[in-house]
């Protein structure tokens, strides 16, 4: 079986994902950070989707990126914005995705993994520099000389199945999976028993991909 590290942060996107690559027959090992942002339901979704997908192990890191500052995510003093904008949001964490893929790498070398499994989406989050193809093209090429594998000729594969689909396409591919999104949580600002705003920019992308999959949003909602 090919071995795989799953970036699984318990919300929609990467439980899609973790699905995809279990039907897909990887050995799944799941990595999970606590990287200072503003709630902890999602951590909690991602242990229970963890047990429920019968992981081979997961792993709960962290990193403070809050210690940094500038995003909506780990600075509480920034409002989570609720209408869309043109521009990068603030919602954006500085060099997550960087930082993110670092650990999963540095994971995945000693596990011996041939892949890296990722839920970035270049559509819904475009304005999201960490989210396009480029990035995951220059990270790999990083992580192929940075690493005692890579300079072995057994590089690393970072892999994006979400990388070009819309939310409703990804909804979709989940529920052919059996996918539960009751469980996920996906809210930039949830409550700590997991629901939802409805009103920040992940909930307005997940509302409109249920909405445009013609299926029920099963997300709990607050209030």
């Known amino acids: ?6 970036l699984l942060s318990g919300g929609l996107d990467s439980t899609t994902v973790l699905a995809a690559a279990t039907a897909q027959g990887r050995d799944c090992y ?3 950070i606590q990287y200072g942002q503003r709630h902890a339901a999602e951590l909690v979704a991602a242990q229970r989707i963890a047990k429920i997908y019968q992981v081979r192990e997961q792993r709960m890191a962290s990193v403070d990126l809050g210690q ?6 780990t ?3 920034i409002p989570v914005p609720e209408t869309p904008t043109d521009t990068i949001p ?3 964490v500085p060099a997550r995705n960087t930082v993110f893929l670092s650990l999963a790498l540095a994971w995945a070398e000693v596990l011996e993994a041939d892949e890296i499994h990722l839920g970035v989406n270049a559509l819904d989050y475009s304005g999201y520099p960490d989210c396009r193809p480029a990035f995951i093209d220059a990270f790999t090429a990083l992580a ?3 690493t005692k594998r890579g300079i072995g000729g057994q590089g690393v594969r970072i892999e994006t199945p979400l990388l070009q689909l819309s939310k409703a396409e990804i909804i979709a591919l989940g529920v052919s999976l059996g996918v539960d999104y009751a469980l996920t949580v996906s809210c930039y600002q949830a409550t700590a028993e997991g629901f939802a705003c409805g009103r920040c920019d992940a909930c307005r992308l997940r509302r409109q991909g249920f909405l445009a999959a013609s299926l029920a949003d099963p997300t709990r909602y607050a209030g």
């Open 30 to 32: 799941a990595l999970t």
């Open 68 to 73: 940094f500052g500038g995003s909506a995510l």
């Open 75 to 77: 600075d509480p003093t």
């Open 1 to 6: 079986m090919t071995r795989a590290v799953v």
């Open 144 to 146: 192929n000389v940075a």
């Open 90 to 92: 603030v919602t954006y």
